[in-house]
């Protein structure tokens, strides 16, 4: 069984910085792609950023391309999203996200996830 769990969330002025992490437990953290994704009230859910199971590729949504930074620490089965100037749209619930580096399908597809954290909840004041 695998189990993720998100921290970092807060409120936060527009500029502002927030670092998510997602701490894993399981055995196959190493070997898999990790997203996060977010999804704000009364919107779907969103792609944020992925990475893969190196830690060598990762892949960002052109809204927050330049301002996010996914990494991991395989050492630790932590995956961390480092936002810089944030802005009240990335207002969400952000969401940590699982599935095997064997899927085809690609890194942005938010279906493609196996598994899932509870969310943490961020909040940009303008």
């Known amino acids: 069984q695998v189990q993720l769990e998100e921290s970092g969330g807060g409120l936060v002025q527009a500029g502002g910085s927030l670092r998510l992490s997602c701490a894993v437990s399981?055995?196959?953290?190493?070997?898999?792609?990790m997203g996060w994704i977010r999804q704000a009230p009364g919107k779907e859910r969103e792609f944020v950023a992925a990475?893969?199971?190196?830690?060598?590729?990762?892949y960002y949504a052109d809204s927050v391309k330049g301002r996010v930074t996914i990494s991991r620490d395989n050492a630790k089965n932590t995956v961390y999203l480092q936002m810089n100037s944030l802005k009240p749209e990335d207002t969400a619930v952000y969401y940590c996200?699982?599935?095997?580096?064997?899927?085809?399908?690609?890194?942005?597809?938010?279906?493609?996830?196996?598994?899932w954290g509870q969310g943490t909840q961020v909040t940009v004041s303008s």
């Open positions: 990475i893969s199971w190196s830690g060598v590729t990762t």
């Open positions: 996200a699982a599935k095997s580096r064997y899927s085809a399908s690609a890194s942005y597809s938010v279906g493609s996830y196996t598994y």
């Open positions: 399981g055995r196959t953290f190493s070997s898999a792609t």
